[in-house]
């Protein structure tokens, strides 16, 4: 744990997905203190989020995102903290609407819209459907991809009173996931609209929303149900859109920064 230190930080929200963010172009912060980020994550001692995201300078994109679940593990990629790091980005000192930006897992684009939603090219898919997922949950339809992380996704005829925990804690661990997944369930609402529930690894719990999650389920519905290029996805934080454009898949939604705070350790 980092000896005593005040921490500011903004507290911003992607469709409910909640972050811790920092302001780290001066490389301050350690971000392998995994007990100090646990912390601040918690939702009694400590701020509370879903996940914490690093602003680091980059020599030649407009910005490096570093990741943290709320477990205090660094993962290769978060779509709506990406999102998050997008609008925070715009804020600070860029009079721009486009950004490239470099993550653990790769060079991702995004865009502030007209509309004020935030778009992100979800450019690193990959391990389609390479992994049978089927014999964990009892479900109409499964499949698995990483979509710069590993999702399960399950169709099911209904997402109300599922044993979110229960079945999201037996994906999320099974063996066969070296380092874990996260689990999705999905009820198709009608043809393009979706409604999604996520457990999220690191997390080790439902987040109001996972864009990540959204985005490998909107992929498994076009593979599984039908070709739809533009899918709505209710989401219990609101609403989630993916987009499959000339070959390139976006996710978009809302970002809202809800307070800036100082966080004492
Ligand atoms: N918990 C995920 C990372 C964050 C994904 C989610 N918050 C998103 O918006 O993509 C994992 O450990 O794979």
Known sequence: MTMSAKISFDKYCGTGNDFIVLDNRTGSFDQQ???LWQRICDRRFGVGA???????????????????????GEVGMC???????????????????????KTRDGVYSSSVLKSGLIKLEM???????????????TSKDSFFMDTGVPHCV?????????????WGAKVRYDKRFSEGANANFVEIIDEGHLKVRTYERG?????????????ACAWAYRELYKQID????????????VLFEDGKVYLSGKVEKIFSGVFEV
């Open 33 to 35: 203190d995994q007990a």
């Open 50 to 72: 879903d996940g914490v995201l690093f602003f680091n300078n980059s020599d030649e994109y407009d910005f490096e995102m570093a990741y943290l679940n709320a477990d205090g």
């Open 79 to 101: 779509g709506n903290g990406a999102r998050v790091l997008t609008s925070f980005a715009k804020k600070i000192q860029f009079d721009k609407t486009d950004f490239k930006f």
């Open 123 to 137: 450019t690193q898919l990959s391990e389609i459907n390479t992994i049978d997922v089927s014999d964990l949950i």
């Open 154 to 166: 399950y169709f099911l005829d209904s997402l109300d009173n599922i044993p979110l925990m229960e």
């Open 203 to 215: 997390v080790e719990g439902e987040t109001l929303a996972c864009g990540t999650g959204a985005t």
């Open 230 to 241: 533009h899918i709505k996805i209710d989401v219990p934080g609101g609403e989630l859109e």
